[in-house]
Structure formats: C-alpha cells, structure tokens
C-alpha cells in the first residue's frame, strides 16, 4: 500500500471506495437529545432527520480525537494524506494535525499531509479523488501536496437547503428571519468562502427557483469546467438532484459527473432536501 487517504466522515465515500483499504473514514460523532451517532456505515438517514425534526434543540458534532487520527496514520503507507471538512466549521482539521503531529513524534520519516478542504461533503470527496489521481499517476510526495491545494483553491461551493431549521436552531440564522424566510417560502443559495467559511450568494421564493439561481452561479463561475469533476450530495432528494445535475450540464461540459447520498454530518448541516453542488 503505497498510499493511504484519511477523509472525516463529512466527505461521502465514492461506493468503490468502500472496499479500499487505502480510503479510510474517520467519523464524527452526531448528538441529539444527548444521544450519541457515530457517523460511520451504521448512520440511519431517516431515523436521524426524524430525531432532529422532534428536537427543540440544534443537534451537535465532535470531531474525532487525534489519538483516532493517529491511528489511521499508523498503516505503512509510504505517503498518507488526510482530508477534512473546513477548519472554520469543524475542529476536525486541527485534530488531524494533532494526529500527525503525534505520530511523526514516533516515526518522524513518515511522510503525512492533511488538507483544510474548505468545503465539506463532496467537496471532500473531490479532494480525495484529485489525491488518488495523482498517485495513480506516479507523483512524488510533494507533488501530490502542491497540486491538490492548487486544485482547493479553484474548487468552488454552493448549496440549496429546503429546511432551515438546523440554521436557526444553531444560531446562524434568527429566529425572526427564519420565521419569514419559511412564511414566504424564501431559500437562501449558500456558498464557500475562499476561507472556507459560509456566505448567502442570493435567494429565491420556492425551492426550484432558488435551485435554478444555484445553476446559474454554478455555471457563471465555472472555470476550465470540462477538465473537472461535478460533484453533488443531496439529503433523502435524489431526484432534485438529478434535476439539478442535468440543468447544469445543459449549461457546461465537464470531465465526469457523480451523485451520492448525505452521511452523517452533511446530512446534519443539509438537513432533510438540501442539495449540495461542488466543483
């Protein structure tokens, strides 16, 4: 095993993936109603959107510890790299680096890399597959590195969410504005930040609207699109996503396209019919 790639379990797993023993989910832990989730492959999708919708209170994440970081590095990989969700949104970025930290105490020829995403979900997973293409293509070490933060900062993030009560439970979003915004049946397009952090690019009144703002941005903004992947996520919605995937490519070719399901943690932010759009 030449390589090793470590993803927080914010990144959903291409499903090849899932039987690679050089791609390893590290999860995070889920709380609602002080009840434990561990975000790995025995997440219940339904069953958590329906213990969140009952709660009065925002659910919460705890990234994993360094030690389990640590542990996933220990694998006799010649090159490890980890990637995670952004270090303005999560604590996991900095534990990984603790972990690498930690374990280059023991074994300090390892070489170990872990990259701030600056996005999350299939922006993660974008990531991991940008790595698995360069070492399949022989890269040195440092090579690797040099050309996948290249390919974060031309990475671009956008999202639709059909619910915003996780917004409002946890304080991004008043309670006043949520209130109006679901009166009026108004959806914020959201997007990434260059530092990873989240900003509102736009709104719409009704859903297919403001999915179709989010096409537009998409398509606006997209640079060398055809040497690219499309990656989208989407909340127990798979059909608006395949909507959502063909308006986009009416409107821009790219290298290869994929679809995947909300884990645990995107499924959190998402929340029951958000759409997640990077590329």
Known sequence: MNYKIVIDSCGELLERWKEDERIESVPLTLTVEGEDIVDDETFDQASFLKKVADSPNCPKSSCPSPERYMQAYDCGADHVYAVTLSANLSGSYNSAVLGKNL????????????????????????????????????????????TVEAYIESQNTYFVLENLETLRKNGRLSNLKAFVASALKIKPVMGATPEGTIVQLDQARGINKALMKMVDYIAEGAKDS?????????CNCPERAEIVKEAILKRISVKDVFVLDTAGVSTMYANDGGIIVVI
Not at 226 to 234: D, G, P, R, T
């Open 226 to 234: 055809e040497n690219k992947v499309l990656a989208i996520s989407h």
């Open 103 to 146: 374990l280059l105490d023991e074994k300090p020829g390892q070489k170990i890399h872990v990259f701030d995403s600056r996005s999350a979900s299939v922006g993660e997973s974008l990531i991991a597959l940008k790595i698995e293409e360069c070492e399949n293509q022989g890269m040195e070490f440092e090579q690797v590195v040099e």
